[in-house]
């Protein structure tokens, strides 16, 4: 995929793009959330001398710093010109729009808090529900209009 924003890609309809796209994606979120893990840590650091410098103000930062840090890297991989995170490219995975469009900043975000409030509502049912869905959707792709490719086929 280029880096061209404006281009329309909408997502192919052959069924090898979409073969062992979930076991993939279990794959690709446990590195994922090794590498927020591991971004967590400078994170924390930063936010122990802001506390500092606030006189304990920025203290108050460190409940929220993992969702912090997980939606600027899930927004800034999967809403960039890769339209992946750094696990999905290991997978050999992409996220796409149903539309064409390419996923955004936002779009990415939504997506990741949708993931977490299935998990928080559903959990283990989250991956049962693309077993029956076309091309393996899971839940939040399905309320989203987005789904997961294999790069190689899209």
């Not at 997502?11 to 994922?32: C, E, H, K, M, N």
């Not at 600027?72 to 050999?92: D, E, I, K, W």
Request: charged share 15%; proline share 4%.
């Amino acid at each position: 995929m280029s880096a061209d924003f404006n281009e329309t890609r909408v997502p192919t309809t052959d069924w090898q793009a979409y073969r062992g796209v979930l076991s993939r994606r279990i794959f690709a979120f446990l590195i994922d959330y090794a590498i927020v893990a591991l971004l967590w840590i400078p994170a924390a650091v930063v936010v122990f001398f802001l506390g500092i410098l606030t006189l304990g103000l920025g203290f108050f930062l460190y409940p929220a710093l993992f969702a912090i840090v997980a939606m600027l890297y899930f927004g800034l991989t999967m809403g960039g010109p890769s339209q992946a995170s750094a696990g999905m490219n290991v997978m050999g995975l992409a996220l796409a729009r149903v539309d064409g469009r390419p996923v955004d900043f936002l779009t990415a975000i939504v997506h990741l808090v949708l993931f977490w409030i299935g998990n928080a509502l559903l959990t283990p049912f989250i991956v049962l529900v693309g077993l029956f869905t076309d091309r393996g959707r899971l839940l939040h792709d399905l309320l989203l209009g987005t789904v997961m490719v294999r790069r190689d086929r899209y």
